[in-house]
């Protein structure tokens, strides 16, 4: 079930209750993760594990410090740039983009 | 460190730099820079970094458009190893009340005169230029694709690294702690960390200017005053130009690298050394910001601090020379400006100490001019 087979079912401290089970989309594709769930770990157990382009040079960039401070794994969530996969909760139906360094605010046209 | 100078500069704010290097590139071997903590660490590393010719008094206008022309090639000129990030996509000025509309046009009447190209655009021609901006309230404005800004520690570290390869020495955490003179002349500096013999002092000290004018018994007419800003994280270009509005108050541009930079003017701010900063200026800046660029909305602040304006009366820098103190001489009071014009007065105050023609006359911008009640008017200051 899950690609990469990383999720932790079985901890001998946290308890892990049962969660809704909800789709979303990653880059235009399908995908299944846990509601309330950080972003980067439904992603992460979808083996997807780039999140975001390197401002200056393009590199691949994703997970790092998990806490919300270090601006590694920005994503674009419905056209809003620079929300932190880590910290995000994963809701249903959320279209989930790479950000390719900066990300683009919208411009409401008239 | 050294105990003899042919010239002390106080000030490793990009004041300070500019004339330490200017001298140091005409020739006067053994120049210093004093600075009581860290370059760009005063007003330089805390401002806007605006560069524009859009002002409305002659003297500032003359200024700027030279300091520009040394701003275009400072780069190639200082051998610099990373970018100072100037760029030249203009300044957006926003008339939003009448008064400033006809004050905007005034000002263009002389800036077309000294050979500015600054235009008067309809809201819609604004919006053209930026089509993130909301023209509601908007009665025209100015833009002069020649301004721009530039990266202020880049720049100051720049002027720096190229003073020191012509043999210049830069004393960091060195605070002077007096001036001696005899008969009238320029002896020696006292610092924390040692005297300095020297005949030319120069005070580019910044916010700290009238305490170090007041080593040699001058009372410098300047005040301090502190000015907040902000920055946001890094986001897709919304904005090219600077936007400027004197009736609101505010400036702001985005930086090459996506941030937003963005201050405004507080008419209740009190004159003092306060640097510390505010829930109130955070609240004024977004709700005014989110107004001018509704895209704006949602962006994250992620940092706000505040430097100090030295405010001249009459919101020109005092220049040059002061009667009666042979090797004195200052670059102090720019008013909230002196960022812009530092290429030009760093060259102008080198040549006014080596004797040589200067590149621009500044003769009325002198500490005397208080005394001849000769005060220059700005009309657009933020």
């Not at chain 2, 939003?96 to 006809?102: H, N, R, S």
Request: charged fraction near 20%; hydrophobic fraction near 40%.
């Amino acid at each position: 079930m899950e690609a990469s087979g990383i999720r932790i079912t079985q901890h001998p401290i946290l308890d892990f209750p049962e969660r809704r089970k909800v789709k979303f989309y990653w880059e235009g594709k399908e995908l299944e993760g846990y509601e309330g769930e950080p972003i980067a770990a439904a992603l992460h157990a979808a083996g997807i594990k780039v999140l975001h382009k390197s401002l200056k040079q393009g590199r691949p960039r994703g997970f790092f410090c998990a806490i919300g401070n270090c601006s590694s794994c920005l994503v674009v969530v419905d056209g809003v740039p620079n929300v932190r996969a880590c910290t995000e909760k994963l809701r249903a139906g959320m279209r989930i983009e790479m950000q390719e360094g900066v990300g683009p605010v919208p411009v409401s046209k008239e | 460190m050294k105990t003899r100078a042919d010239a002390v500069v106080i000030g490793g704010g990009v004041v300070g730099a500019a004339i330490a290097y200017n001298l140091a590139k005409l020739g006067l071997k053994d120049t210093v820079v004093c600075e009581k903590h860290t370059f760009a660490s005063g007003s330089t590393g805390r401002c806007g970094a605006g560069v524009r010719e859009q002002w409305g008094a002659e003297g500032n206008i003359r200024m700027c458009k030279a300091a520009i022309d040394i701003f275009e090639t400072l780069q190639e000129e200082l051998e610099y190893d990373y970018d100072i990030e100037f760029v030249q996509k203009g300044y957006l000025m926003l008339a939003y009340t009448e008064k400033e509309w006809e004050q905007f046009k005034a000002n263009l009447k002389v800036q077309h005169r000294l050979g500015v190209n600054a235009v008067a655009l309809t809201p819609e021609e604004a919006r053209e230029i930026v089509p993130s901006l909301n023209i509601e309230g908007l009665y025209g404005a100015t833009y002069n694709p020649r301004d721009g800004h530039a990266n202020p520690f880049h720049t100051t570290r720049a002027y720096l690294k190229a003073f020191e390869r012509l043999g210049g020495e830069v004393y960091c955490f060195t605070e002077v702690t007096g001036i001696e003179q005899s008969n009238g002349k320029i002896q020696k500096v006292r610092t924390t960390r040692g005297d300095i013999s020297t005949p030319v002092v120069v005070n580019a000290a910044g916010p700290w200017a009238a305490p170090v004018a007041a080593m040699v018994g001058i009372d410098l007419p300047v005040y301090t005053e502190r000015h907040q800003i902000l920055v946001t994280e890094p986001v897709g270009r919304l904005f090219d130009p600077m936007l400027m509005s004197f009736s609101r108050g505010f400036y702001s541009q985005q930086t090459p690298h996506g941030s937003i930079i963005m201050g405004i003017g507080d008419p209740d701010e009190p004159k003092g050394y306060d640097i510390g900063h505010s829930w109130q200026f955070l609240k004024r800046m977004c709700d005014i910001m989110c107004s001018v660029v509704p895209a704006l909305m949602g962006v994250r602040v992620v940092r706000q601090w505040s430097g100090l304006y030295t405010i001249s009366p009459d919101a020109h820098p005092i220049l040059g020379t002061v009667s009666g103190i042979d090797g004195y001489y200052q670059a102090v009071g720019f008013s909230g400006h002196g960022f812009m014009l530092a290429p030009i007065v760093g060259k102008v105050i080198a040549e006014m100490i080596l004797d040589r023609p200067l590149s621009i006359d500044i003769s009325g911008l002198d500490l005397g001019r208080f005394e001849r009640g000769d005060l220059r008017v700005e009309p657009s200051v933020v």
